[in-house]
């Protein structure tokens, strides 16, 4: 078997139990976040489902859909990049970068933090580790 199949596994494998975490520990005491779709992205959905782990920190599951391909809004990004601002703080965080898959449009992102509080959204972006958000917002969360 080649090397991307094995990785494409594992990396299938982890969303399954981190799913499977969610599910086997009650959804009931999951929290989830509708994100309302920026102005050139319409038509686009997300949904953060958040749960307090057994540490203090919150494990995310963010599920995107219906989204435009990233080159659509700006011909230099390749990647969607899940933004945080926790509550009365200045400082914005990456969180990660979401691949979207090109036939179906949707994309899932995995993420822990110890923040309870907070600002989402999910800006295109050249590449995945960008320091500061871009203006390309195609989802967004205010609390």
Excluded at 28 to 50: D, F, K, N
Excluded at 82 to 93: G, V
Excluded at 98 to 118: A, C
Aim: charged fraction near 20%; glycine fraction near 8%; charge should be negative.
């Amino acid at each position: 078997m080649s090397v991307r199949y094995e990785m494409t596994k594992a990396k299938v494998t982890v969303l399954m139990m981190a799913v499977g975490m969610l599910v086997l520990t009650g959804c009931s005491s999951a929290t989830v976040y509708q994100m309302a779709s920026g102005e050139r992205s319409a038509g686009a959905e997300g949904t953060v489902t958040l749960e307090q782990d057994d540490n203090g920190n919150f494990l995310g599951v963010l599920e995107i859909a219906h989204a435009p391909l990233p080159s659509q809004l700006d011909d230099q990004s390749s990647v969607y990049v899940l933004w945080m601002q926790p509550e009365d703080a200045n400082e914005r965080y990456n969180m990660g970068k979401i691949r979207l898959d090109p036939g179906d449009r949707t994309g899932e992102l995995i993420f822990t933090t110890p923040f309870s509080g907070f600002d989402l959204w999910v800006t295109a972006e050249p590449h995945g580790s960008e320091t500061a958000p871009s203006d390309e917002v195609v989802l967004r969360y205010t609390r």
